[in-house]
Each structure stands twice: as C-alpha cells, then as structure tokens.
C-alpha cells in the first residue's frame, strides 16, 4: 500500500492508497514546527486506525509538500520510522509532464500533483482548478505539457481578509447565500465573497480557454479539486470534473514513475 501525504499551507491530506484506489484518508491542520517524531505520532493514530503501522503493509511513500520545513521533517520521519526513501515531489522528480514555464523549480509540488493526475483522467488540453489556501489554475496542453496558470487569494482568506480589516465587517459561516442582493451584513459578505469567487473562476476560465483555443489546442477540459470547490462551482456557469482527491492521486501516478 502507498501511504500519500499532500501538505498544504493550511491542511495536509493523507491518504492510503491500493490497487483499488483510495482506502483511507484524513486531514489535519498543517503544523510547521512539528518535528520528524511528532509527525511519527501522529501518522501512527492514523495507520492505527486501518490496523496498519511502520513495519506492516506500507511499501512507498510519496510526499507533496508546500511547507518546506515540513518537507524536511517527513523525509526525516520517512527514512526513520519505515527505513526507506519516500518519493518527494521536487525538482529531479520524474513527472512526464514537460514544464513550460520560465522557472520550472517554482511550480508548487500539488499543482504538478493535480495536472498530471487530470491529464491521466480527463485528458488534454485543461485547465485544473484548486480551492485552497490560493485559488490555483493550471493549464495542461492536449499533449500533456504543463503550460503555466494562475494564482489568486482563496475563498477564506479572502473572507477572512475582509473581517479582519474592515471595522463593521466580521466573520461569516462560508454558506450559500439565498440571493446576490444580500439583506444583511453576513448576507453580503457571503454574496461578495462566493459570487465573487464564481465570476473570477468564469473569467479565468475564459480568458485560459481563449489562449488555449488561439494556440489550436482546443477545448479544454476542467477538472477542479479542494474543499470548497462545490461551494463555488455550484454558482459557476461553467461545468467542472469534480476530484475531491485529486491531489493524492497524482501523487500516486508520480510515485508509481519514481519508485525504484
């Protein structure tokens, strides 16, 4: 079984992966300071759970990480506690996704994850959207080349920006608002910040689908992943190829193109 780890600014999602697809999988905040042993306590709970630990049935690892101090200490508690290599996606990293960028090192390791796992899936060209800490787009050519994308601020920070700034403004729970013309202040936030994520979404969308077009690579798939994507997508015109786990499953195709 491969034991997936994809570290978020805010989340790190776990997964354990079969034959047979995803058989487990948790989240859990993102702790920068927590060391090799305390993510080995952690991990032990979960493995627990599914009647797994470091010695029985985890054969690889694979690791995404954004977090470079918890890049470290994983590869730490990797080597440590199941006494082999994990795959880390990094620069050296076999992907089979030629990078066009200017600088392929500053790709983020789950944007890699989440393109090369929608090409698998859907196909090219596309465009993969992800609802986190920032709102990712990335562009895959029809031949499975990563063309570059785009990165704005996600939905909750966005809502969390404008409650920590404006005096009159606070917190709202992130739910569907009845309508775009709110009726109170928690109303229009929620209408401001979701219907505002909705038409960034569409913008972005269009203007990636004309380049893609203009460069004959045709209509692109779309394929979106993270939490609150369907909070978004259901207020989007355009339709999207829903993965909640799309991140662990690019993991697992890199794994399975590195793993000696």
């Given amino acids: 079984m491969l034991l997936a780890i994809d570290v978020g600014n805010s989340q790190t999602h776990i997964g ?4 047979q697809g995803i058989t487990a999988q948790w989240r859990i905040s993102t702790e920068p300071r927590k060391s090799a042993d305390e993510l080995a306590g ?23 990480s954004v977090v470079p101090a918890l890049t470290s200490a994983l590869k730490e508690m990797v080597e440590r506690y199941f006494h082999f290599d994990p795959v880390v996606v990094e620069p050296g990293v076999k992907t089979g996704m030629p990078i066009l960028i200017d600088n392929p090192a500053e790709v983020g390791a789950d944007r890699i994850c989440n393109s090369v796992a929608a090409w698998v899936m859907a196909g090219g060209p596309a465009i993969v959207i992800d609802f986190g800490t920032a709102t990712t787009f990335d562009a895959v050519s029809r031949k499975g080349e990563y063309l570059g994308g785009a990165i704005a601020a996600g939905v909750q920070i ?24 709110g009726k109170s202040t928690a109303e229009s936030v929620r209408s401001g910040v979701i219907y505002g994520a909705a038409a960034m ?19 692109p798939n779309i394929v979106a992943t993270g939490g609150l994507a369907p909070l978004v997508l259901q207020h989007c015109e355009v339709r999207a190829r829903y993965e909640p786990a799309l991140t662990l499953e690019g993991l697992r195709i890199l794994y399975e193109r590195n793993a000696q």
Avoid: H
Wanted: proline letters at 3%.
């Fill in 158 to 181: 966005s809502a969390d920006a404008l409650a920590s700034k404006a005096a009159r403004i606070f917190t709202v729970e992130l739910t569907p608002p009845r309508k775009v013309i």
């Fill in 201 to 219: 979404v569409e913008g972005i969308i269009r203007r990636m689908r004309e380049e893609l077009e203009e460069g004959s690579q045709g209509e």
């Fill in 42 to 64: 952690d991990l032990q709970q979960f493995l627990a759970w599914q009647d797994l630990s470091f010695s029985r049935q985890v054969t690889g690892v694979a690791i995404s």
């Fill in 16 to 19: 354990i992966l079969s034959k």
